[in-house]
């Protein structure tokens, strides 16, 4: 679970670099989408680290309901591209 944690991590940074570009060149619709996506990334960064820390350790439901919130970050941000 850690691994895909990780990965889902380095997935969401790539789409908010990119984003944060775009965004930044244009798109009023996309920067309000953006800015409600970063609210629901600094709650996520913030029960990131202790949740992947202990993945192998918590109950799988526990990690499953982070992945859930990361895997809905994700699909914001992939919406928010498609916008730019």
Do not use: C
Request: no cysteine; net charge negative; glycine share 4%.
């Amino acid at each position: 679970m850690k691994d895909k944690l990780d990965q889902i991590k380095t997935d969401i940074d790539q789409l908010r670099d990119e984003i944060k570009l775009k965004a930044h060149l244009g798109k009023e619709d996309a920067k309000d989408e953006f800015e409600k996506l970063e609210k629901g990334w600094s709650s996520f960064l913030s029960k990131y680290k202790p949740y992947a820390d202990e993945a192998e350790k918590t109950v799988e439901n526990t990690s499953a309901a982070l992945g859930l919130v990361a895997e809905e970050l994700k699909a914001g941000y992939e919406r928010i591209r498609k916008l730019l």
